[in-house]
C-alpha cells in the first residue's frame, strides 16, 4: 500500500507562482514513478507531469510545457509541481499520483494505482 498526501495549493493571482509538495509513504520511493494530474469542475481528469523513478525523464502536457516543473527527492519520500506563470484556466484540484508498474500509458489516469486526497488550486484574474 502507498499513502500520498498533497499540500502547498491555495489562491494566487494570474501569473503567480506556487509549488505543490506530495508526501509519499509505505513503499519504495525509489522505485516509484509519479504523476501529477488536475480536475477542473465538470471536467476530467487531465495528465499535467510525469517523472521517472530516477528523476531524469520527465514529461508534461502541452498546456503546462516551460511553466510547470516536476522534480523529486527520493531522500524525502517527495515529488513536487512547480507552477509558474499560472493562468485562470489552471484552476482545479492537483492530484498526485503514483505508477509502480511503471506504466507506458502514463497520461491515462488507470496507468496509476494510488492517488492522494487532492489539493485546491485556484488562479484569480
Known amino acids: 500500500q502507498v499513502h500520498l498526501v498533497e499540500s502547498g495549493g491555495g489562491l494566487v493571482q494570474a501569473g503567480g507562482s506556487l509549488r505543490l509538495s506530495c508526501a509519499v509513504s509505505g513503499r519504495t520511493f525509489s522505485s516509484i514513478a509519479m504523476g501529477w494530474f488536475r480536475q477542473a469542475p465538470g471536467k476530467e481528469r487531465d495528465f499535467v507531469a510525469r517523472i521517472s523513478q530516477s528523476g531524469v525523464i520527465k514529461y508534461y502536457a502541452d498546456s503546462v510545457k516551460g511553466r510547470f516543473t516536476i522534480s523529486r527527492d527520493n531522500a524525502k519520500n517527495t515529488v513536487y509541481l512547480q507552477m509558474s506563470c499560472l493562468r485562470p484556466e489552471d484552476t482545479a484540484v492537483y492530484y498526485c499520483?503514483?505508477?509502480?508498474?511503471?506504466?507506458?500509458?502514463?497520461?491515462?489516469?488507470?496507468?496509476?494505482?494510488?492517488w492522494g486526497q487532492g489539493t485546491q488550486v485556484t488562479v484569480s484574474s
Open positions: 499520483a503514483a505508477d509502480p508498474q511503471n506504466s507506458g500509458n502514463f497520461r491515462n489516469t488507470w496507468a496509476y494505482r494510488y
